[in-house]
């Protein structure tokens, strides 16, 4: 389980830093949010296995990770999520908070149809943070894979 962990990470890594996986990153204040989605299918199936995604072309996974950017270390937070399609169908997205070898992750998985663009509604609350939470809005454009 030790090397799947290890594996994962690296994924997740990978995901951070390739823009084809369609990760950004916005600042809020001493915050910066990297925000990326995946198509599930692209997942190893042991990997998927091991954290409960399942991997479907019709799948994605979206990916938050909130850092501190004075100290580039994680953040924990409560962040919520949804989407809607161009003609305004909603779906709530539930994010899991991921732990791993010192970084946090929320992840979560939706359907999406061939061609569909979403456009994302994140609210992000930094753990000890005042305030109103920060809104990230995004549109992504999905395909099977």
């Known amino acids: 389980m030790d090397s799947i ?10 995901v951070l830093l390739t823009p084809v996986a369609a990760q950004q990153a ?3 204040g001493k915050y910066e949010v990297h925000y990326s989605t995946l198509n599930t299918n692209m997942l190893q199936p042991e990997i998927a296995s091991a954290y409960g995604i399942q ?3 019709t799948r994605a996974i979206l990916n938050i990770t909130v850092l501190d950017s004075e100290t580039g270390n994680p953040v924990q937070a409560r962040v919520e999520a949804e989407a809607a399609n ?10 899991r908070e991921i732990r791993d070898q010192g970084a946090i992750y929320y992840l979560g998985q939706f359907r999406f149809r061939n061609e569909e663009s979403l456009n994302f ?10 305030g109103n939470p920060f809104s990230l809005t995004f549109r992504q454009k999905f395909y099977p894979g």
């Open 86 to 95: 161009l003609t305004g169908q909603r779906r709530d997205i539930q994010l």
């Open 26 to 28: 916005e600042q809020f």
């Open 55 to 57: 991997r479907s072309g």
């Open 5 to 14: 962990r290890k594996i994962f990470t690296a994924m997740l890594a990978i």
């Open 121 to 130: 509604n994140v609210s992000i609350q930094p753990e000890g943070r005042q």
